[in-house]
């Protein structure tokens, strides 16, 4: 309860958490890097909240979230934050009216309890109110700040931070504005809330005044594990799930309306912006297509390493300079109506126009600065991920993509993989995969390559401006799992990889062009 963490395997303890922050600020453009010049770490940001002065700097908190489907189904840390706030209250702390803050709890029983106990309403006071039961902060889903905040960190370079209870917070996902995102306990969550700053000492530094004048710490507003308990034993009844759970099958009046067809087969509306025909099946035939030469590869990204599924394939807000937003601007979809990627992931040509597409992404290409742009090595135009990809396609090339270690960690979502084979990626060649992502890579028809131990894309020299020859055999029965694969490059390089199809089956999904067309032509050959 007492750890706030920035990824969901980088644990950081509590009394280190200022330390930590103020070495990020240091920290070159990366993962958990800010490179703030040492002269601009303390400039404050003055504007208008409403009509009232205020200021914010690096390091305050924007957005205070309690929410997840995991987290907040423990009911010790629900109603732990609910006596954090009402501690709060009780000694007349507020939080700052600009803090985006929220409650969305992954069920309604948590609902029932928290009423029961009569703590809701000092939630309720420091502004975390219940918006609804589901993905919200956590997926990138907490709305617009207030403009005059969005506009006091975007002119000013702020490096704003996001505190919530999620269970993922990679870059780009929580927010757009927020570069620092946290993961804590739902009461630590209201804790950084009421302190405003994620740069504090909280064994040291008051969280704010009392309405007496009195300087309130952290020990002070948080609870004990006895005072945690009581109130658990006294409001958290059996009825509560029992009763919520019987009647989660009727659903709701809007649900049960919709309009449902009674075609066995789904009725593909080529107006709609949210579910589109997926091409997977574009002219396929029974015969699979073998093993595919990847010859002449241009390097359509350069990354480095952590490079997560969210940056491959962000869940967040769509920026309304994307492809994704041209798309919906020219399907007369309005930017409020923009949604995210999240909502609209039943949708392949956002989702391919979506994929590289998050704001925090490093790409080598660009030489420091960051975002979701490419250089097009032929033309040496920097473009849009998904226009250079498209542009390659359209010059009838194959891509690849360089990367370091860990590529793929995250969220195992199946669009990080679907994404880049959309936009004619044909193989990633990476010091490391994460497990599930590689075999997704596989279940696409992308050939996943390990550089040799020791070696990695700048030890060898490769810029990615040039051509890759990834020298995989013709026949499909000479292809074994694990295999050393030359790679060549038109400017004379050369060196081995792993390939890392793992298994047979593997295999037999690279062959088939995907796990969607082996799945599908299985079934055809059993009817």
């Known amino acids: 309860m007492k750890d706030i963490l920035n990824r969901p395997h980088d644990r950081v303890t509590l009394k280190n958490m200022q330390s930590d922050w103020l070495s990020c600020l240091d920290n070159k453009v990366g993962f958990k890097g800010f490179a703030v010049p040492k002269e601009s770490q303390a400039k404050v940001a003055e ?93 990138g889903n907490s709305g617009d700040l207030d403009e005059s905040v969005a506009a006091a960190i975007t002119d000013n370079d702020v490096v704003a931070a996001a505190v919530l209870s999620g269970n993922r917070n990679f870059e780009g996902r929580v927010h757009a504005l927020t ?20 740069n504090i000492d909280f064994e040291k530094e008051p969280v704010g005044i ?36 019987e009647a989660i099958t009727k659903g709701n009046p809007m649900w049960n309306e ?17 579910i589109h025909e997926p091409p997977y099946f574009k002219d396929m035939t029974m015969t699979p297509p073998g093993a595919r030469p990847v010859k002449d590869a241009y390097c359509l990204l350069n990354f480095g390493d952590s490079i997560t599924t969210d940056h491959i394939s962000p869940a967040g807000s769509i920026h309304p300079d994307s492809p994704a937003a041209k798309y919906l601007k020219e399907r ?55 226009d250079a990809a498209m542009k390659y396609k359209n010059e009838g090339h194959d891509t ?11 969220s195992s979502r199946d669009w990080a993989a679907k994404g880049p084979m959309l936009q004619g990626v044909k193989a990633v060649i990476a010091k490391s995969f994460e497990r599930i992502h590689r075999s997704n890579l596989a279940g696409m028809g992308i050939v996943p ?50 390939l890392r199809f793992d298994t047979e089956v593997e ?21």
């Open 47 to 139: 504007f208008s909240f409403r009509g009232t002065p205020a200021k914010i700097k690096h390091g305050d908190v924007v957005i205070a979230a309690i929410t997840s489907c995991t987290n907040t189904s423990n009911p010790n840390v629900m109603l732990g934050a609910a006596l954090v706030a009402k501690k709060a209250c009780d000694l007349g702390l507020e939080v700052k009216p600009w803090i985006k803050t929220s409650l969305a709890p992954g069920s309604g029983v948590v609902k029932k309890y928290l009423d029961k106990s009569g703590l809701q309403k000092y939630l309720n006071q420091l502004g975390f109110n219940i918006v609804g039961y589901g993905c919200t902060t956590c997926i």
């Open 400 to 410: 690849i993509i360089l990367a370091g270690a860990e590529y793929g960690s995250g």
């Open 332 to 386: 007369n979809v309005e930017r409020k109506d923009f949604n995210s990627y999240g909502s609209r992931r039943g949708n392949d040509e956002i989702m391919a126009r979506g994929t590289f597409a998050n704001i925090r992404i490093v790409n080598k290409f660009l030489k420091g600065e960051v975002g979701p742009q490419t250089i097009h090595v032929p033309s040496g135009e920097k473009l849009a991920v998904f």
């Open 449 to 498: 390559l390990c550089f040799k131990a020791g070696e990695d894309a700048d030890t060898l020299g490769l810029t990615g401006h040039e051509r890759y020859t990834i020298q995989l055999p013709t026949d499909v029965n000479e292809i074994k799992p694990g295999q050393d694969v030359t790679v060549t490059t038109d400017n004379g390089k050369s060196f081995t990889c792993t």
């Open 179 to 198: 570069r620092a995102n946290y993961l804590a306990s739902p009461p630590l969550v209201v804790a950084y809330a009421l302190a405003g700053t994620v």
């Open 258 to 274: 919709l309009p449902v067809s009674a075609s066995t087969l789904y009725p593909w509306d080529p107006k709609s912006t949210y």
């Open 507 to 527: 295999l037999a999904y690279y062959t088939h062009g995907g796990i969607l067309p082996y799945v599908i032509r299985k079934i055809a050959a059993e009817q």
């Open 210 to 245: 009392s309405k007496d004048g009195k300087e309130v710490y952290f020990r002070d507003i948080w609870p004990t594990t006895d005072e945690i308990a009581e109130v658990v034993k006294a409001s958290v009844l059996p009825d509560m799930f029992k009763g919520t759970y």
